[in-house]
């Protein structure tokens, strides 16, 4: 492991150079989807940051779930608006949370501020699909991940029936020694408890893992490695790449209503 660079695999700021102009796009298109498509607010906790927008589809029909990136470090929902848009074309709902950075929480606060989240959403009686990219994917897995009936009483087992990470992060620990865990202060032992590769695998339930033909050799083994791991536990998964994509333009298929991952996230709300 020590001859890997991990800062250099990790680090997608530093691989992608016109990053700040990639994620300014965002934050343009996401205003404008706003205007158009003006989003429900929905509060899971007492915190500022602890909403969710929802983006209606048709309002009895499935719910996706997208979670943003940034590390657990940075951004929040408002970043993504517009990563609704392919979905709602289809009449697909489309639920937008935030939720707290480190270091003012850890990544496990916020894994528990994702299943708030989760909670929540429950109450409009809808199953839900959770995608995600980049720290999102990490958080969208563990979701898919959560034996919700021991989480709250009340809950289901499938209340999360698939789970479709991009570029996401599984498995923590070689994080630790890089420059993104100043803000994490992940140890080793509290790496290894947030990585949901290493929990109990959700059998019976689907997860897909893309990632961007133009991402470190990390990312491709982080994604390839929990498809096949669940795989053989009995989690029906997808390992897959988006062609030229790299780690921040891997998420515009989403507000494509004609894209190949908006099928597919379509089709994970009809299993």
């Given at each position: 492991m020590s001859e890997i660079d991990y800062e250099v695999e990790y680090n997608n700021r530093a691989r992608v150079p016109e990053n700040p102009a990639l994620m300014a796009g965002w934050a343009r298109d996401s205003a404008a989807y706003r205007e158009q498509h003006p989003p429900r607010r929905l509060s899971y906790g007492a915190g500022s940051r602890n909403v969710i927008d929802l983006f209606e589809g048709n309002s009895d029909g499935p719910l996706v779930v997208f979670i943003h990136g940034g590390y657990w470090q940075a951004l929040d929902g408002s970043s993504s608006s517009h990563c609704a848009r392919g979905l709602n074309g289809h009449g697909i709902s489309v639920a937008v949370p935030s939720y707290d950075l480190c270091p003012n929480v850890s990544i496990g606060d916020i894994i528990g501020e994702m299943r708030a989240a989760c909670r929540e959403l429950a109450k409009l009686g809808r199953p839900l699909v959770v995608s995600g990219h980049s720290a999102g994917g990490h958080l969208a897995a563990c979701m898919l991940a959560t034996d919700w009936p021991v989480y709250d009483t009340s809950l289901p087992t499938n209340l999360v029936r698939a789970a479709y990470a991009?570029?996401?992060?599984?498995?923590?620990?070689?994080?630790?020694?890089?420059?993104?865990?100043?803000?994490?202060?992940?140890?080793?032992d509290a790496a290894r408890a947030a990585s949901p590769l290493l929990w109990k695998a959700p059998a019976g339930a689907t997860l897909d893992a893309v990632v961007g033909g133009a991402e470190s050799a990390e990312y491709h083994r982080q994604s390839q490695t929990i498809a096949d791991v669940w795989g053989r536990a009995g989690v029906?998964?997808?390992?897959?790449?988006?062609?030229?994509?790299?780690?921040?333009?891997a998420i515009a298929p989403l507000a494509d209503p004609?894209?190949?991952?908006?099928?597919?996230?379509?089709?994970?709300?009809?299993?």
């Open positions: 991009i570029s996401g992060l599984f498995e923590l620990e070689p994080l630790v020694g890089t420059s993104i865990n100043k803000a994490l202060g992940l140890d080793r029906t998964t997808r390992f897959g790449t988006l062609p030229d994509a790299n780690h921040f333009t004609e894209s190949d991952m908006v099928a597919r996230l379509k089709q994970l709300t009809q299993i």
